[in-house]
């Protein structure tokens, strides 16, 4: 069983509209979640982190987590042509002082003019 | 705003041959990671690094690598014999000690390429 699994994309949308990425996770011990967003050829860039239970806001972006499912999603609204990328799902697994991270595969986002 | 930096960006090596990869995490950070993505798949943790010495290190991570925080500043990832399946981007991320989000920081990345 993979260690976080996003849907697979690539996701298309129109320029306006919502954008909805989904993630589940394997372990229950996981503590803290991120989303990454990354353009081609370059590195991760981090959009969102959360930690409980619930919906965090920033902006246009929307992170919901619901630990009881093992699972975490992402809302992209008034999606625009600079958010097209390839978003990452990220796991944090504590163990002692480490916290290392767990990619999914991530999710490709076009967003078409 | 502080950044995590890395050099080379690109490098260049036959097979068999030793590279080192260099990176400059956040100033106060004490956390140290190294990732790579092969072409096409996803991120994959090497390493971390805190108090000068491994805390954990993954399958990949195996004995032809090394890491090392030299001096103050520095981190670098040493591949020892290089192969052709590790031509890869290769990701130093940072984190502040105690940070209640222990988010990660990524730096630029470097570009293995083995012919």
């Known amino acids: 069983q993979k260690e976080v699994e996003q849907n697979s994309g690539p996701l298309s949308v129109p320029e306006g509209a919502i954008a909805s990425l989904n993630c589940t996770y394997s372990d229950r011990g996981s503590q803290s979640f991120f989303w990454y967003r990354q353009y081609s050829g370059k590195s991760p860039e981090l959009i969102m982190s959360?930690?409980?239970?619930g919906d965090k806001e920033d902006g246009r972006f929307t992170a919901q987590l619901n630990k009881a499912s093992q699972y975490v999603s992402l809302l992209i609204r008034d999606s625009q042509p600079s958010d097209s990328a390839t978003y990452l799902c990220a796991v944090s697994h504590r163990r002692s002082n480490d916290y290392k991270l767990s990619f999914g595969a991530g999710t490709t986002v076009t967003v078409r003019a | 705003e502080p950044e995590v930096t890395q050099t080379p960006s690109h490098q260049v090596t036959q097979m068999g041959q030793e590279v080192i990869l260099r990176c400059v995490p956040i100033s106060n950070h004490l956390y140290f990671y190294w990732y790579r993505q092969i072409l096409g798949q996803k991120v994959e943790f090497l390493v971390s690094f805190y108090n000068n010495e491994i805390s954990e290190k993954s399958e990949i991570f195996d004995d032809q690598f090394s890491v090392e925080r030299p001096d103050g500043s520095n981190f670098t990832l040493k591949i020892r014999s290089t192969k052709l399946e590790d031509s890869a981007m290769y990701f130093c991320?940072?984190?502040?000690?105690?940070?209640?989000?222990?988010?990660?920081?990524f730096g630029p990345g470097t570009r293995l390429t083995v012919l």
């Open positions: 959360i930690y409980s239970n």
């Open positions: 991320a940072s984190t502040p000690r105690d940070s209640p989000t222990d988010t990660q920081y």
